[in-house]
Antibody, heavy 124, light 108 residues
């Protein structure tokens, strides 16, 4: 059974850093790209970023709103994807989800399994 | 970035009703459109990918159609567990992946 479990969320002050983890099981982690999304309280879904598998050079891409502040990485030996969040702002407050990415039609993606999410609150 | 517009933003329906949600893209996205269901306090769940392909394990009362800029999600006979918020998402032009604003399906 495919499972994704996020961890590392919590309360953090503006300007500080936080690292989220997404621990995967039930599939060959190294074969898949991984994606991070977020959802601010009462709002819709926002894509944060993506990291490709080793086959695709572990290329990472980011939403404009987090580019230069957030970094996605992965450790295939541990089946974990990370989201390093620096220079946090109050508007980064959200539930953060990781999801497994699959390709169809070239580099087009869909996201078939999601974790339960972890809440990040940025407040002084 | 491609903008995705869903309508309606909310609707009230009864168990057994046929429900249709529409999603419009700001430019053609071919068939690269996915639909998700999100129950309160839960993670999104993939229902439909590539506009009309039913994700494994999803009940057949859910169906998707469309191509280009206009897409629909249909629930043929609404069940109690279907009361949730539904999102469309395009991946034709990414990054970034973009979502519609959501459609909340409530009990009448």
């Amino acid at each position: 059974e495919v499972q994704l479990v996020e961890s590392g969320g919590g309360l953090v002050k503006p300007g500080r850093s936080l690292r989220l983890s997404c621990t995967a099981s039930g599939f060959i982690f190294g074969d898949y790209g991984m994606t991070w999304f977020r959802q601010a309280p009462g709002k819709g879904l926002e894509w944060v970023g993506f990291i490709g598998s080793k086959t695709f050079g572990e290329t990472a891409e980011y939403a404009a709103s987090v580019r230069g502040r957030f970094t996605i990485s992965r450790d295939d030996s541990k089946s974990i994807a990370y989201l390093q969040m620096n220079s946090l702002k109050t508007e980064d407050t959200a539930v953060y989800y990781c999801a497994r990415a699959r390709f169809y039609g070239g580099r087009r993606l869909y996201f078939d399994y999601w974790g339960q999410g972890t809440l990040v609150t940025v407040s002084s | 970035d491609i903008q995705m517009t869903q309508s309606p933003s909310s609707l009230s329906a009864s168990v057994g009703d046929r429900v249709t949600i529409t999603c419009r893209a700001s430019q053609s996205i071919s068939g690269y459109l996915n639909w998700f269901q999100q129950r309160p306090g839960k993670a999104p769940k993939l229902l439909i990918y590539a506009a009309s392909s039913l994700q494994s394990g999803v009940p057949s009362r859910f169906s998707g159609s469309g191509s280009g800029t206009d897409f629909t999600l249909t629930i043929s006979s609404l069940q109690p567990e279907d009361f949730a918020t539904y999102y469309c998402q395009q991946s034709y032009s990414s990054p970034p992946v973009t979502f519609g604003g959501g459609t909340k399906v409530e009990i009448k």
